[in-house]
């Protein structure tokens, strides 16, 4: 059996129930067979894919909050600090009810190819909770973000590990979270980011996830001899990563004509009102329901079980934005026979495996997660040294590095592909191109 198999099914028996991050490996794995091929026999002495795929720390612990009728409530937390090759943990927390250790693992384990893609010097971590704050008030998101963190100050600081938002945790989230950090450890330092702007938060990271993916989409198009300019775009999601994907596309001459939640998608033939979504989903917190209430261009769609959903519109570019695996096999179909040219990932691990090979195999050509939402986290990075240096730089600053980054990750994981005989295969360029620079510095640094 070849060292890959081996490791894949070690992975399998040693993390039993943690499909998501099973997946997660099978991909990456999958895509280095040519890379490790080539060095079988020194990475299996140095045991350098066991040590890849066993997080460096797992902490999990018990998070207490009391509840508005007084009830006291008992969440999960998690951080799982994956690797640290080359440098602190970075990575968001997540609270939704669907976490659990193997979500965590999956999405740490996507993180440490990512930071390593944006060139800038983060290691891969994530973190986050079963803790559902949707219907909480927001004394109860306080309350349960300060308990999070009284235990997660611990394991964290601003050279160790560095959370930010996810699914789920926001601004509101963050600031509840800084100020308890800051209370407990008598630190003020840049232990998170996607801070407020009063409190060291950069320009342009609320923005960075979704431009940053219309950076990378409009950097593809061009290598292939298009643009943004005109091109019908389908969006799912309503959250972070959505809006600001929709707005950028919109800002290069798109047309995007859906969003969605988790109870239904939107169809607007005249294009989303960016404006109306914001005060749909960032200030009223509501259903998107709402959103077709108020505009009579809009069709709302309540979501069924086995339904396509927003990926049975017909388009030239598909961006999903909400969550992992809601991009299936029919799916990808559909896609495919409506003539959709162009599927970048804005959420993690969007699409299963199978479609992503129906997708490759049709010839749409296909940006992983790990490469196209990179852009969040490497404006975290930027964060980190505006708060290192103790200094803020503007939005356009921001902005031009972002966009500069994204060219950059195209650039690369495009010349990876090529170089390891998969051209146009953008999955293998990111695995293979992220790869390479945390394994010379796990080699580096000895067996650790
Ligand atoms: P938000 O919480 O802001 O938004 C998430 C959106 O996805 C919401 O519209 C939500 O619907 C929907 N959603 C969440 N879970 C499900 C589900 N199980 N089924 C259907 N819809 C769902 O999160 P973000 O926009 O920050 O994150 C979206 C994706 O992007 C995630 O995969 C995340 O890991 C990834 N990502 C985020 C980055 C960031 O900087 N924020 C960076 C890189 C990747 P509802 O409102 O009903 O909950
Ligand atoms: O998945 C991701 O890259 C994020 N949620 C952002 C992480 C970060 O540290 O900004």
Same mark, same amino acid.
């Given at each position: 059996?070849?060292?890959?198999?081996?490791?894949y099914?070690?992975?399998v028996?040693q993390?039993?129930a943690?499909?998501?991050?099973?997946?997660?490996v099978?991909e990456?794995?999958?895509?280095l067979r040519?890379?490790?091929?080539?060095?079988?026999?020194?990475?299996?002495r140095e045991?350098l894919?066991?040590?890849?795929t066993?997080?460096e720390?797992?902490?999990m612990?018990?998070?207490?909050?009391v509840?508005d009728? =007084?009830?006291?409530?008992?969440?999960?937390?998690?951080r799982?600090?994956? /690797? %640290?090759?080359? #440098?602190?943990?970075? &990575? @968001?927390l997540?609270f939704?009810?669907?976490?659990n250790? =193997?979500?965590i693992?999956?999405?740490?384990f996507?993180?440490?190819?990512k /930071? %390593?893609?944006? #060139?800038?010097?983060? &290691? @891969?971590g994530?973190g986050?909770?079963?803790f559902?704050?949707?219907?909480?008030?927001?004394?109860?998101?306080?309350?349960f973000c300060?308990?999070?963190?009284?235990?997660?100050?611990?394991?964290?600081?601003a050279?160790t590990?560095v959370?930010?938002?996810?699914?789920?945790v926001?601004g509101?989230?963050?600031?509840?979270m800084?100020?308890?950090?800051?209370r407990?450890?008598?630190?003020?330092?840049?232990v998170?980011?996607?801070?407020g702007?009063?409190?060291?938060?950069?320009?342009?990271?609320?923005e960075?996830?979704?431009?940053?993916?219309v950076?990378i989409?409009?950097?593809?198009?061009?290598d292939h001899g298009?643009?943004?300019e005109?091109k019908?775009?389908?969006v799912s999601?309503?959250?972070?990563?959505?809006t600001?994907a929709i707005q950028?596309?919109?800002?290069l001459?798109?047309k995007?004509?859906?969003c969605?939640?988790?109870?239904?998608?939107i169809?607007?033939?005249?294009?989303?009102d960016?404006?109306l979504?914001?005060?749909i989903k960032?200030?009223?917190?509501?259903?998107?329901?709402?959103?077709?209430a108020?505009?009579s261009?809009?069709?709302?769609?309540?979501?069924k079980?086995?339904?396509?959903?927003?990926?049975n519109?017909?388009?030239?570019?598909?961006?999903?934005?909400?969550?992992?695996?809601e991009?299936?096999l029919?799916?990808?179909?559909?896609?495919v026979?409506?003539?959709?040219?162009?599927?970048?990932e804005?959420a993690?691990?969007p699409?299963?495996?199978?479609?992503?090979?129906?997708?490759?195999?049709?010839g749409?050509?296909?940006i992983?997660?790990?490469a196209?939402?990179?852009?969040?986290?490497?404006?975290s990075?930027?964060e980190m040294?505006?708060?290192?240096?103790r200094l803020?730089w503007t939005?356009?600053e921001?902005?031009a590095?972002?966009?500069g980054?994204?060219?950059n990750?195209?650039?690369?994981?495009?010349?990876a592909?090529?170089?390891?005989g998969?051209?146009g295969n953008?999955v293998?360029?990111?695995?293979?191109a992220?790869f390479?620079k945390?394994?010379e510095?796990m080699?580096a640094?000895?067996i650790?």
């Amino acid at each position: 059996m070849s060292y890959v198999d081996e490791v894949y099914e070690r992975v399998v028996a040693q993390n039993p129930a943690q499909p998501e991050f099973h997946q997660a490996v099978k991909e990456v794995l999958e895509s280095l067979r040519v890379v490790i091929e080539a060095n079988e026999e020194e990475y299996k002495r140095e045991a350098l894919l066991e040590r890849l795929t066993t997080p460096e720390r797992i902490i999990m612990f018990r998070v207490p909050w009391v509840d508005d009728k =007084g009830q006291v409530q008992v969440q999960n937390g998690y951080r799982v600090q994956f /690797n %640290s090759a080359i #440098g602190p943990y970075k &990575g @968001g927390l997540r609270f939704h009810p669907s976490v659990n250790l =193997g979500i965590i693992k999956f999405l740490g384990f996507e993180q440490i190819f990512k /930071n %390593s893609l944006t #060139g800038l010097p983060i &290691g @891969g971590g994530k973190g986050g909770s079963d803790f559902d704050p949707k219907g909480k008030s927001d004394r109860e998101i306080m309350a349960f973000c300060q308990s999070f963190m009284t235990e997660l100050c611990k394991h964290i600081g601003a050279d160790t590990d560095v959370p930010a938002g996810d699914i789920g945790v926001g601004g509101r989230e963050i600031g509840y979270m800084y100020g308890q950090y800051k209370r407990i450890r008598n630190l003020y330092e840049g232990v998170l980011t996607g801070k407020g702007l009063t409190y060291g938060g950069s320009l342009a990271r609320t923005e960075a996830t979704g431009y940053g993916l219309v950076y990378i989409t409009d950097a593809l198009l061009r290598d292939h001899g298009m643009s943004m300019e005109g091109k019908t775009v389908v969006v799912s999601g309503a959250g972070n990563v959505a809006t600001y994907a929709i707005q950028k596309a919109q800002q290069l001459g798109a047309k995007v004509v859906s969003c969605s939640d988790s109870t239904g998608w939107i169809y607007d033939k005249d294009g989303i009102d960016v404006a109306l979504l914001k005060e749909i989903k960032e200030v009223k917190r509501a259903r998107l329901s709402e959103y077709a209430a108020a505009r009579s261009s809009a069709e709302y769609h309540e979501k069924k079980n086995g339904e396509h959903g927003v990926w049975n519109i017909k388009c030239d570019i598909a961006l999903p934005c909400a969550t992992q695996n809601e991009l299936n096999l029919e799916d990808a179909k559909a896609l495919v026979a409506n003539g959709c040219k162009v599927v970048c990932e804005g959420a993690n691990m969007p699409t299963t495996m199978d479609a992503t090979e129906y997708l490759q195999k049709n010839g749409i050509l296909f940006i992983c997660g790990k490469a196209s939402n990179a852009g969040g986290v490497a404006t975290s990075a930027l964060e980190m040294s505006q708060n290192s240096e103790r200094l803020s730089w503007t939005f356009e600053e921001v902005d031009a590095k972002l966009k500069g980054i994204m060219e950059n990750i195209y650039k690369n994981i495009s010349e990876a592909a090529k170089k390891y005989g998969v051209e146009g295969n953008y999955v293998a360029g990111a695995n293979i191109a992220g790869f390479q620079k945390v394994a010379e510095a796990m080699k580096a640094q000895g067996i650790v």
